[in-house]
């Protein structure tokens, strides 16, 4: 099982959210942006790091909340969320082809990855 942490990153009751590019796997899928643990590595790390390979994106990272399970198929991942905050609102789409801030109502329209979906029900058990 591949562990992989994701960024719910929270500003004024709306959560950021990022789509793919039509290339990745999962192409055009709206997630929660984050990325592999890798090896020595924790959990905080990875998403920090993630977060500035991908969008050079600056967070505080918080709480974790709880963890979901999903199989692809030919993978399986174990998906960790966090709780996070923006240190500012400078970004830059490196990887994705779209970004925003959504309301509950708004994430709830989005085309998710599978994993992400699962997030989306924590997130809304936490936040909303």
Known sequence: MI???CAIIVLESKVFA????A???HGLKWEFPG???ESGE???ECLERELREELNFQVTVGESLAAVQHCYGDFSIELVPF?????????TLKEHIASGWFTSNELRLLDWADADRKILEVVKENLF
């Open 42 to 44: 924790s959990d905080r």
């Open 3 to 5: 562990r992989v942490t």
């Open 23 to 25: 290339m990745a796997r």
């Open 35 to 37: 990325g592999k643990v």
């Open 18 to 21: 990022a789509r793919r590019n």
């Open 83 to 91: 709780l996070c905050t923006p240190v500012n609102l400078l970004y």
